[in-house]
């Protein structure tokens, strides 16, 4: 049998308008004029003329790359990072920051009319922090590349099947993002310099953790140059050989305490080095006394916490409510969360490890009453838990969200099959420079 070919690729540039902003942070085009195919461009901003190049071609969209722009946008900015346009990291750092978030909330908007068929009654002012150097957590990806007789520590190129060659990383904390290149010189100088395919990193407030990914056993010479590193650099060293059950400190030896305050609410949650946390520290603070003076909970009252981790709003919301109920699908988290309320002496608190894309009908969590719910769910959204719940006992819905497709999805089932009314909906910015948006939405019955 013949292999299909790809579709040719015509290298030719040609000159576009550029419409809008696609949700992953490209310019949108057609080719011929308003009834021409869809390009995406990255590089181009709305209200721009560019040169382009084609890099990718399918049935219903053509991809492209800025050449050359003919007409700026108002809103271009030089970007800091010397890496932009190579490292798929931080797609936006050629718009004005103001007007990143400005975006975000198009985003937002849009997919709540074209998926959700819904509008908010307003649209909350969005939430914006610091926007260098805020990352606290992520996950770098190491190749030794012979051809350049080097290894490469870095997030993924915009073509991921290379890793940006990065010297820094202006997003990621100081402590880690200035590391970059040293990271990179050091993972060269080790024996097992080809087994390495990824370090993840996360910071608590007094304490850094890198987790290296091995796929074959250290040298005794390289765990030795792993535990000087970590000394001279500041970083606890942790090993992994395998899933997450193989996760164990190599310095110090016993690991180290990790945790953050979130000093509003008297609380300090303590986590582990793979453990879900909200990647910007600042943003998250604002992010939850946001959620909670939206969800207006009262003393009296009992709030049901969905997706609740380590107990991000769960704990907090202990301290305003009579109780609180937190259900999160992964028990090492849950068992983190119960730990950090006997810690902080939250006795209101109750977790429950469940899967909650599965039938819950007869989780005990499930039977009992609550009046208010607050839900963060991963990308995937909430779909399968809504539709068990009995949603009329809810007088008020809060929902956190980092993927506004699936928000939007959502919200669709809330207002048009449920009877919820969408009150208002908004932006905050996780995330500044890259295209993900994160956003926060709230329901009421009618």
């Known amino acids: 049998m013949a292999r299909s070919r790809s579709p040719r690729i015509d290298k030719t540039p040609f000159q576009t308008d550029i419409l809008d902003l696609s949700h992953d942070g490209r310019g949108v085009a057609r080719r011929d004029g308003e009834g021409g195919k869809v390009t995406f461009i990255n590089g181009a901003l709305p209200g721009e003329t560019v040169m382009a ?14 050449v050359e722009v003919l007409k700026a946008s108002p809103d271009r900015v030089q970007p800091r990072c010397p890496h932009f346009g190579v490292c798929s990291g931080c797609v936006l750092q050629h718009l004005e920051e103001s007007q990143q978030i400005v975006a975000k909330q198009h985003v937002l908007t849009e997919n709540l009319t074209r998926i959700g068929h819904v509008s908010p009654g307003s649209v909350l002012p969005a939430l914006v922090g610091d926007s260098w150097g805020y990352r606290r957590k992520g996950r770098f990806s190491v190749r030794r590349v012979e051809k350049k007789d080097k290894t490469l520590v870095g997030f ?9 060659d990065l010297s820094q990383c202006l997003t990621v904390i100081p402590e880690i993002g200035s590391k970059v290149a040293a990271l990179s010189e050091f ?33 005794d010479a390289d765990r030795q140059a792993w535990i000087a590193f970590g000394q001279t650099h500041g970083f606890a060293i942790y090993l992994q050989s395998g899933g997450l059950h193989t996760v ?23 986590f582990q080095p793979l453990d879900f946390i ?6 998250n603070q604002q992010m939850i006394a946001h959620a909670l ?91 399968d838990v809504l539709k068990q719940l ?43 420079h890259t295209a993900h948006v994160e956003s926060i939405a709230v329901f009421e019955k009618h």
Not at 53 to 66: I, P, V, W, Y
Not at 278 to 283: E, G, M, R, T
Not at 305 to 318: E, K, R, S, W, Y
């Open 53 to 66: 190049e084609q890099t990718g071609k399918s049935r219903h969209f053509d991809e492209a790359k800025t």
């Open 390 to 432: 009995p949603l009329d006992q809810f007088k008020r819905i809060v929902y956190v969200s980092c993927h506004p497709g699936s928000l939007a999805r959502d919200a669709g089932y809330l207002v048009n099959e449920r009877g919820f009314t969408l009150v208002s909906a908004g932006a905050m910015d996780m995330f500044p």
């Open 293 to 383: 003076t939206l969800l207006d909970a009262q003393p009296d009252e009992r709030v049901l916490d969905l997706f609740c981790g380590l107990g991000n709003f769960t704990l907090p919301l202990a301290r305003t409510v009579r109780e609180v109920v937190g259900v999160e699908g992964e028990a090492g988290l849950v068992a983190r969360a119960k730990e950090n309320a006997e810690r902080n002496g939250l006795h209101n608190a109750e977790f429950y490890a469940a899967d909650l894309t599965l039938d819950q009908s007869s989780a005990p969590w499930m039977q009992q009453g609550f009046d208010k719910l607050l839900l963060d769910p991963p990308r995937s959204g909430a779909i």
């Open 156 to 164: 993924r190129e915009l073509d991921p099947r290379f890793v940006a």
């Open 187 to 219: 993972i060269e100088s080790l024996d097992g310099k080809r087994d390495i395919p990824q370090i993840e990193f996360i910071a608590g407030d007094a304490a850094i953790a890198l987790t290296v990914r091995h796929l074959q056993p250290l040298s």
């Open 278 to 283: 909200q990647v910007n520290a600042k943003l």
């Open 248 to 270: 164990a400190p190599l310095w110090p030896a016993e690991g180290v305490a990790l945790s953050f305050a979130l000093s509003q609410w008297d609380v300090e949650l303590a």
